[in-house]
Every structure is written in C-alpha cells, then in structure tokens.
C-alpha cells in the first residue's frame, strides 16, 4: 500500500528531516520526494510505502499532520486509493 504526503506552509528549516525522521521512525519507506520553495512558500509531495509500518492509516495519518501542525505547516495524507478513485473521475 501507498500514500501521498502533502505539505504546505512557510519555509523553515527541519520540515524534510522532522517529517521524513517520523517516516523512517514508522517503517514507511519514501518512494519519491519533490519540494520546492515559492516565495518563502514550502511545498512538498512525498508518495511513500506504507505496507510495512505497524501504525494503521489514521494513526500514522494523524502522527504525520500534528507534527505539520507544530511547525506551523499544513500537512495532508491520502491513502493511494482515494488518491487514485479521484484521479479517474
């Protein structure tokens, strides 16, 4: 199973290390990472390997967005099939 991770927020430093350590932490592999900075804007797409974390989706889900949440970042995960079911409408 697959997710995508999604962020948002004003650029600071750590945002990669702190949502990629809590990855890692979890056993989720990333598959593919992209980021980019607009303006003092941080976004990032991350599609990552959730099959073997010990966490179900909502826990893992909710780990990822309260730590976003702390930085000051808004950060949103999709599980692979809402992603895809959106993408063939």
Known sequence: MNAVISVI???KVGIIARLSGICAENNVNINDITQKVLHD???MIMWVEIRET?????A???LLEDAGREMGLIV???HEDVFDAMHRI
């Open 60 to 62: 893992l889900a909710k």
């Open 9 to 11: 927020g004003r650029d």
């Open 76 to 78: 949103h995960v999709m």
């Open 41 to 43: 804007t941080f976004t």
């Open 54 to 58: 010990e966490k179900d989706f909502p």
